[in-house]
């Protein structure tokens, strides 16, 4: 008779609410990823376009005056966030330290590139929704 391997961890289910956070942030953050890459990997003739782009938009001037560094430091950013929904999914408590880190530190950056010329209340508010019912799952993570 075969013997059963299976740690009792892993047979843990994943909670439905955890699931669909798990997959908003693969997608947003995974849009992150690529997005902030690709500016990174092309950013003078990224912000030249932008400034064709956003020229009527004085909402979003202050991307104009974004240095390279800001986006590179979004991307790794992004993958953190990506890196923590993975662990997640995999019921890992590391994943949700990774991912909150990775989502304060992002409500930061633009106040220090750009001053108060950002509005973060609309990122403070999905940041704080996401990370409240990611820390509820926390009891089925280990």
């Known amino acids: 008779m075969e013997q059963n391997n299976i740690h009792p961890e892993s047979q843990a289910k994943?909670?439905?609410l955890l699931t669909i956070l798990c997959i908003f942030t693969f997608i947003g953050s995974g849009m992150g990823v690529l997005g902030f890459f690709m500016v990174s990997v092309n950013y003078?003739?990224?912000m030249e376009t932008m400034r064709k782009v956003y020229a009527d938009m004085p909402e979003f001037?202050?991307?104009?005056?974004?240095?390279?560094?800001f986006f590179v430091i979004s991307f790794l950013l992004s993958g953190f966030?990506?890196?923590g929904a993975l662990?997640?999914?995999?019921?890992?408590?590391a994943g949700f330290h990774f991912y909150t880190a990775a989502?304060?530190?992002f409500l930061v950056l633009?106040?220090?590139y750009f001053g108060k010329e950002t509005n973060p209340i609309l990122n403070i508010l999905m940041t704080a929704i996401f990370v409240y019912l990611y820390a509820r799952n926390l009891k089925y993570m280990h």
């Not at 001037?61 to 560094?69: E, Y």
């Not at 662990?87 to 408590?93: C, G």
């Open 14 to 16: 994943r909670p439905q």
């Open 44 to 46: 003078e003739a990224t």
């Open 61 to 69: 001037s202050f991307l104009l005056s974004a240095p390279k560094d």
């Open 81 to 83: 966030s990506v890196v």
């Open 87 to 93: 662990l997640m999914w995999k019921l890992r408590k």
């Open 103 to 105: 989502q304060l530190i």
């Open 110 to 112: 633009p106040m220090i």
